[in-house]
């Protein structure tokens, strides 16, 4: 799927590989069937991204601003 694929390489680009380290090279992105989430490792439930790629970027901008376990 090249959304899920775009969504991945936003998240790494933005915050990087020693921002976010393994977690987010095994990060599961993935559409519900409504939503897009990502299940990151050493979390017990998905995030919320948002219904369309670019509200996840927008999401994943946001939770990295907020040192969501991101940074």
Known sequence: M??????????????????????????EIFHDGTRWKMMLEGFMEPWDLGTTPDEAKARI??????????T
Do not use: P
């Open 61 to 70: 901008k946001e939770y990295a601003t907020m040192a969501m376990g991101l």
């Open 2 to 27: 090249a959304e899920q694929e775009e969504i991945r390489e936003f998240l790494l680009e933005t915050i990087g590989e020693e921002g976010c380290g393994v977690s987010c090279e095994k990060a």
